[in-house]
């Protein structure tokens, strides 16, 4: 009879009070938690909603300048950050800027004659990235920097039109028929 009247309370505590009090606070509107099988279950969909989110500061157009003189470990890592941006869900565009090239003398010690030379070319590409979230921002340029393989010189700035100007390759035609026109202009 003991072990039968156990049974009845284990089972009353187990089964039919979580069920009861789940019933009784679905009724009144409350949230609850239950704990069932040593896990905790969240009922929120009976929580109060908040419509009153606040809204999150967002940064204007910014560029993520990387520079590095070797080329395939920049491009892998320029895409792997475009790659990464996207993922994100925050819009981007990415382009490579031409090359500038360098040339590197060593001389001969204890004089001024050329031992070696060097020409280097360093390689840029640029990620420009529009309307950050401010929330987002640290978390992006945390991974950059915690990823950024050896060699690679990393810059994030606010984009500048002047930056794009460099994109442009000068067309030497276009800029020999405008002389001219100025020159006849000139001679009238």
Do not use: W
């Not at 382009?95 to 390689?123: C, G, H, N, S």
């Not at 920097?145 to 060699?151: S, T």
């Amino acid at each position: 009879m003991a072990g039968l009247i156990r049974n009845s309370l284990n089972q009353l505590t187990c089964i039919v009070l979580p069920r009861l009090t789940r019933v009784l606070a679905v009724r009144s509107g409350l949230h609850v938690s239950t704990r069932q099988y040593g896990m905790v279950r969240d009922d929120s969909v009976f929580g109060p909603e908040f419509d009153n989110t606040p809204e999150i500061p967002e940064h204007d157009d910014l560029n993520i300048v990387m520079k590095g003189y070797d080329f395939p470990v920049l491009e892998k890592y320029a895409r792997y950050v475009h790659r990464f941006v996207m993922s994100m869900g925050i819009s981007s565009d990415m382009f490579p800027t031409p090359a500038t090239k360098t040339q590197v003398r060593t001389f001969k010690p204890q004089t001024t004659a050329t031992d070696k030379k060097y020409d280097l070319e360093l390689y840029q590409r640029t990620v420009q990235i529009y309307d950050v979230p401010s929330t987002r921002l640290p978390l992006l340029i945390q991974m950059c920097q915690q990823n950024l393989p050896e060699g690679v010189e990393l810059t994030v700035k606010q984009a500048d039109p002047e930056d794009q100007i460099v994109l442009y390759v000068p067309d030497s035609d276009l800029h020999a028929l405008t002389q001219q026109l100025n020159e006849m202009k000139r001679r009238k």
